[in-house]
């Protein structure tokens, strides 16, 4: 698998599948969910509908598939992240989780590209440096089979630098 780096806006990405960090409701919010919301249209938030509908939304460190509607992807997988406070390794966990469902996902629908935000580090609070090494490890412990290409995308400085220094 090759890994990229990239800073800026996933909503522009030309791949499979972007992630959206979504919220357990799945209905869209701020931040890098709204964005993929609001550049997607409605298609995405009528499947996140069906979703809900059909299973309650979406739990912490599990991921969903859904049309891209109108992004230039052909599909966003909607993942929810942990809120950083209290039990610190069970977040770890579920941040690790996140990009392993996320994956899996991928996989189950033989995709061969997908495109990351930095789930949690934003208002959720995860310490970016620790999210970016747990990120890494995860992505590279996978195994995949249809996958070539994994490229994280970074909305800020910081977390741009931290994925280039952690991919060397």
Not at 47 to 61: D, E, F, H, L
Not at 88 to 117: D, G, M
Not at 158 to 164: F, G, I, P, Q, S
Request: glycine share 8%.
């Amino acid at each position: 698998m090759k890994f990229l780096v990239s800073k800026g806006d996933i909503t522009t990405m030309k791949v499979d599948a972007i992630v959206n960090a979504a919220n357990t409701s799945l209905l869209g919010g701020s931040g890098v969910d709204g964005a993929i919301h609001k550049a997607g249209g409605n298609a995405i938030l009528e499947a996140c509908m069906v979703i809900r509908n059909k299973q309650g939304g979406c739990k912490v460190g599990e991921a969903v598939i859904t049309t891209a509607g109108n992004l230039p992807s052909k599909y966003v997988i909607h993942t929810v992240g942990p809120v950083w406070n209290g039990d610190k390794e069970e977040k770890k966990q579920l941040l690790a989780s996140c990009y392993n469902n996320c994956l899996q996902l991928a996989e189950k629908h033989q995709l061969k590209s997908i495109a990351f935000p930095n789930i949690s580090t934003g208002i959720y609070g995860f310490p970016k440096k620790e999210a970016a090494q747990i990120t890494i490890d995860t992505v590279q412990k996978f195994s995949a089979k249809n996958l070539e290409e994994i490229t994280f995308v970074c909305f800020d400085e910081e977390n741009y630098k931290l994925y280039k220094q952690l991919l060397k």
